[in-house]
């Protein structure tokens, strides 16, 4: 990154002339390729190369940022001149800029199989063989979709206090998805595989059984009978993915929206949200997870946070500015989708920790209910934590044993109201993966959770 040859204590120095706080500069270069299969053949391969930077300055508790595709010390020190138009009617004085000191250069983390020294054709290979393998499961099978997507994201962060961070990030992600149809009836099955990692993601998620999970998940749903609705027990697998913790509990924990009284949790640090059974975690040190990196987009090392204690809330997810005004420490969720956006806190691979109980033993204590192998998608309200989710693959509860797949069922509920009344907790722990939307922006994330039981909520199906 240094052969841009940018001054970059000269731009700092330039945009604190007028006043602010804080000034940093977020260097970037993004290296993206994308293959696409569907209806039996190559429909898109693009491979791109990208570059920017953006100036953010913080004056009063309030952000000036720009940005600019020509990296150039010229060009940055205009930059730096708009943002500091932001401080001149601030009454803080302007502040020295702290000579620059490198802090760290992470080269490829802990990538073995760069994808950028595999060649196309295996790639292409690759999501062909996938395709085959999704079709040939069963007949019915109309529609596959495979998509490989690889990206190098190499960042630069310099900052007014004297942080200067290189850090070289290898994301990769592949998903394929099924449509299968029988007598009018249509389901779909859908299954990703990535990560912060290289192609020796494919040695333990092999594409191929992405395929298969993806297809037969289509195939069984199209037997299966409407779900039930009604109030009544339902079991989470740990292989459901943590859909409910991430929109029911996570989004209400980011720090901005806290502080703008649109969480459900604003103001209730140190109380009891959760039931004693539940501790709730983010950590974006985790080695290969999508939602991993060794510093977030404003220079701040990776940690693990607590959110959740033993239900008890205990911080929220900050990013710089929304720590300054809370008077406490950033916990490393300054993200952004581009250079071209501003950093804003967000979440990386976040949990509820496993717990004690047997998974077997927590659905043989079950007579009846439903089981959740797979979420799908779903929309929360985080001003009350209101949520409705989809159930991608789900099946009754018979007698503490998995009984018949029911298809259309939905989770409607209350994020606090829910994390009150678990009241089992596995012992085991299962991850996916996803790329989480706010403000406009996307950042790739993971989620986790035990196999959970919520006693009484109540499941949207077919009223009986």
Request: some cysteine; hydrophobic content about 35%; proline content about 5%.
């Amino acid at each position: 990154m240094e052969r841009f040859g940018i001054d970059h204590h000269a731009v700092l120095r330039r945009a604190l002339r007028k006043g602010g706080e804080y000034a940093d500069l977020f260097v970037e270069t993004t290296s993206p390729l994308s293959i696409q299969c569907e209806d039996n053949r190559i429909e898109k391969v693009l491979a791109g190369f990208e570059c920017g930077a953006g100036l953010r300055l913080i004056s009063g508790l309030r952000t000036a940022y720009a940005y600019t595709n020509e990296i150039t010390t010229a060009s940055l020190l205009e930059l730096a001149d708009a943002v500091s138009l932001a401080a001149s009617s601030s009454e803080s004085p302007p502040v020295s800029v702290i000579r620059l000191e490198r802090s760290g250069y992470f080269r490829g983390g802990s990538v073995r199989i760069a994808p950028g020294s595999v060649p196309i054709e295996r790639k292409t290979a690759l999501v062909r063989e996938a395709n085959r393998v999704a079709r040939a499961i069963d007949p019915r099978i109309r529609q596959a979709m495979v998509t490989y997507r690889e990206n190098r994201q190499q960042v630069l962060i310099a900052n007014s206090e004297g942080r200067f961070i290189e850090d070289d990030r290898q994301y990769l992600t592949a998903l394929v998805h099924v449509v299968a149809v029988q007598d009018g009836i249509v389901q779909t099955g859908y299954e990703p595989v990535g990560g912060l990692t290289g192609m020796e993601l494919f040695e333990t998620a092999p594409l191929e059984q992405a395929a298969v999970i993806a297809g037969r998940r289509a195939v069984m749903m199209l037997s299966a009978r409407k779900a039930p609705a009604g109030r009544m027990p339902v079991v989470l697998s740990s292989e459901a993915g943590g859909t409910m913790i991430h929109e029911a509990v996570g989004h209400g924990l980011e720090a901005d929206l806290a502080q703008a009284g649109l969480s459900v949790y604003s103001g209730k640090r140190g109380q009891q949200i959760a039931t004693p059974l539940i501790t709730v975690l983010d950590d974006s040190t985790l080695a290969g997870k999508r939602g991993s990196f060794r510093f977030d987009d404003e220079g701040t090392e990776a940690q693990r946070t607590v959110l959740v204690e033993r239900g008890v809330l205990k911080t929220y997810l900050y990013d710089r500015i929304s720590a300054m005004k809370d008077g406490v420490r950033s916990t490393g969720n300054g993200r952004r989708e581009t250079y071209r956006h501003r950093p804003i806190p967000r979440m990386t691979n976040t949990m509820i920790a496993p717990g004690t109980d047997s998974p077997a033993g927590i659905l043989r204590d079950t007579p009846q209910g439903q089981f959740v192998r797979k979420m799908g998608g779903g929309q929360v309200n985080t001003v009350n934590g209101e949520f409705v989710f989809e159930v991608s693959e789900g099946y009754l509860i018979e007698n503490g044993k998995i009984g018949e797949p029911v298809r259309g069922a939905t989770l409607i509920g209350s994020g606090p109201s829910v994390m009150m009344s678990i009241d089992r907790v596995g012992s085991d722990l299962g991850f996916s993966i996803g790329t989480c939307g706010k403000d406009g922006q996307g950042s790739p994330v993971s989620d986790a959770q035990p196999t959970l039981r919520i006693p009484d909520i109540t499941v949207g199906g077919e009223v009986a």
